[in-house]
Every structure is written in C-alpha cells, then in structure tokens.
C-alpha cells in the first residue's frame, strides 16, 4: 500500500515531531548523565541548542507544504533530512555561543538521526493509519443507511405507485441514484457539490414519506462547491435530523444547514429541531462518533467537530481545512 508522503501544514503532523525530537534530546542527553540534575540540566541545554535549528527546518517545510505532496514520501523524506541538516549548518555558527565548542560532525550526525528516525515514525504512523481509514470507510459504508429507512422508502413507492405513477418512479430512481453513491469504493475525498447531491436524494425518498412535515433550508452563499471533504458525511448528518427531529414531530419541522467558507476554514452547521425527545439524542451517538473518527483520519487535529442541545434544537457543527482538487 502506498503510503502518501507526510503533510507539514497538519497541526497535529508539527505537534508530534516536535515531540519526537524532543524525546530523542531527553534520551541523548541520560545516556551521558550522572545524575537527575545533570540530566535536567543537560536536557535544557540541548534543548535551547536543538530549537533553533528544528524550528527553521518546520518552518521552510511548511512552506513548502504543497510542493511536496506531489512526490512519494521516499523523495520527502531525503528532502527533510537534507533540510535538517542545511538549517543545522545555519545556526552552528549562533548556536556554539549558547555552550561549550562541540563538533559539527557530531551535531550533523546527531541531526540525521533524529531526522530519519522522525521521518521513520510518520511513516509508521502513516501506514498504520491507512488500513483504520478503510476500516472506517467500510464501517461507514455498513451503517450509512438504516435498515428502516430502505423499507420505509419501499413502502412510500408502493403507496403511490398507482395514484401518481410518475412520482413514484422518480423515487425509485432517487432511491438507485443514493444506494450507487453509498456502493462506491469512497476511497478519496469528494466535492460537497456531490456530497450535496446525495443528501439531496435522501431528502427526495423521505419526503415522500413525510410529506410538508420535512421541511429544509440550505445556505449556501458563502460555500464553495469544489471543496474536498470526506465521503458520506453530509447525508448522515441530515439523517439524524431527521430521524429525531422531524420525525417525532407531530407538527412540521424544519432543518437548517449552512455551509460556508471563513479563511481556510470550511464550517458546516446542521440544526434540526430536538423533537420533544431527549432520549432521542443518544442515538446520535453511533453516527457522530464514526464520522468524527473519519474526520481525524482524514485531517487529524485540523478537523473538528460540536454537537449538542442549543437553543432549543440539536446542533452539530464542523469546522474542516479548506481543501479543493489541484488543477
């Protein structure tokens, strides 16, 4: 399986190499100590020394962030390595004031240590991730779509299906359209503009079940269409409103989404109504939960994701990386 080189503009990417180099200075430096003073002390030190270097080298990879994911993460990690080593030589010269002389030998091999065991370990880290992608990808293709809502939407075509043919035979084609877009292999990340048009399907089939009950305001002004998000994400969301806002509902109800771009920030809102059901909540549980994992798998800490009660209705809101096709 080929493992997609490393992505530098990822927070949660920066936070663990830092960590990483961090805890290689903290085994270099009790190697040689005597005591847990020394060791501290030493540890500083080295640290003070390290940070200057480690920081310029993060720096000019983040910068070229999206040059890089072009190439394998063999070519990206010979290129980190060389860059670790650059941005050493660069400070040597500041860096040797902060302590005793040492041996630039000893530092640039220091240095590519560090940096190819740091390399090696979002490598390992990178592959161990991408089974659990499809592993989620496969648990979200099993529990997309509830066993009631397929016999629901049967029973809405056969309920119509002599009074108005037509309809019913749209809804047919809305009911193969949703289950060919749920059967795909959903390997990569997909437009919202064909995350839309799924959700828009569903909206078909239960509102012919629901009739003037299901009622649906999209926002959609500040969205941009192109932008790549995780595959069925939208479509569940819009279920669980459903499912326990509307549903329950004796009256019509009416569910809110509103997707809109702020910087490089894509933010999505989906508010329904709670129903009169708070029991109703913990069945989001099962559906939220998977989404949220896919959203770490895919982004890791650049995605986040709210959900809860506020101000009457049931809210949940996603705030992702902005990410389009590169052209």
């Known amino acids: 399986?080929?493992?997609?080189?490393?992505?530098?503009?990822?927070?949660?990417?920066?936070?663990?190499?830092?960590?990483?180099?961090?805890?290689?200075?903290?085994?270099?430096?009790?190697?040689?100590?005597?005591?847990?003073?020394?060791?501290?002390?030493?540890?500083?030190?080295?640290?003070?020394?390290?940070?200057?270097?480690?920081?310029?080298?993060?720096?000019?990879?983040?910068?070229?962030?999206?040059?890089?994911?072009?190439?394998?993460?063999?070519?990206?990690?010979?290129?980190?390595?060389?860059?670790?080593?650059?941005?050493?030589?660069?400070?040597?010269?500041?860096?040797?004031?902060?302590?005793?002389?040492?041996?630039?030998?000893?530092?640039?091999?220091?240095?590519?240590?560090?940096?190819?065991?740091?390399?090696?370990?979002?490598?390992?880290?990178?592959?161990?991730?991408a089974p659990a992608i499809a592993e989620a990808r496969m648990l979200a293709l099993n529990a997309r779509i509830r066993p009631h809502f397929f016999f629901n939407s049967l029973n809405a075509v056969l309920g119509v299906i002599r009074t108005d043919p037509r309809r019913a035979e749209q809804a047919l084609e809305s009911l193969a359209d949703l289950f060919r877009a749920l059967m795909q292999e959903n390997r990569e990340l997909v437009t919202l503009q064909q995350e839309i048009d799924v959700a828009n399907r569903y909206l078909d089939l239960e509102r012919l079940r629901l009739g003037e009950r299901l009622r649906m305001d999209w926002d959609l002004r500040h969205c941009p269409l192109d932008a790549l998000v995780p595959p069925l994400m939208l479509q569940p969301l819009i279920e669980n409103a459903v499912y326990h806002g509307v549903e329950p509902l004796a009256e019509p109800g009416e569910i809110h989404v509103r997707i809109a771009q702020r910087g490089r920030d894509l933010h999505i809102r989906v508010v329904n109504p709670l129903g009169g059901e708070i029991k109703h909540l913990s069945g989001n549980r099962m559906a939220l939960a998977n989404i949220r994992e896919r959203l770490g798998l895919f982004f890791d800490l650049e995605a986040h994701m709210e959900n809860g009660p506020r101000d009457g209705c049931y809210e949940v809101h996603i705030r992702l990386p902005l990410k389009k096709e590169e052209k």
């Open 1 to 129: 399986m080929r493992v997609p080189p490393p992505d530098f503009r990822n927070p949660g990417m920066l936070v663990r190499t830092l960590l990483l180099i961090h805890l290689l200075v903290l085994l270099t430096v009790a190697v040689g100590s005597e005591d847990l003073v020394s060791w501290v002390g030493g540890s500083v030190e080295m640290a003070g020394i390290v940070e200057w270097p480690l920081m310029l080298c993060l720096t000019v990879l983040y910068a070229l962030a999206p040059w890089l994911r072009r190439y394998s993460f063999r070519c990206v990690a010979i290129c980190a390595i060389v860059l670790a080593e650059v941005s050493l030589l660069l400070c040597f010269p500041w860096l040797v004031r902060l302590s005793e002389p040492q041996s630039p030998l000893r530092w640039s091999l220091w240095t590519c240590a560090a940096a190819s065991l740091a390399m090696a370990y979002l490598h390992w880290r990178m592959s161990a991730a």
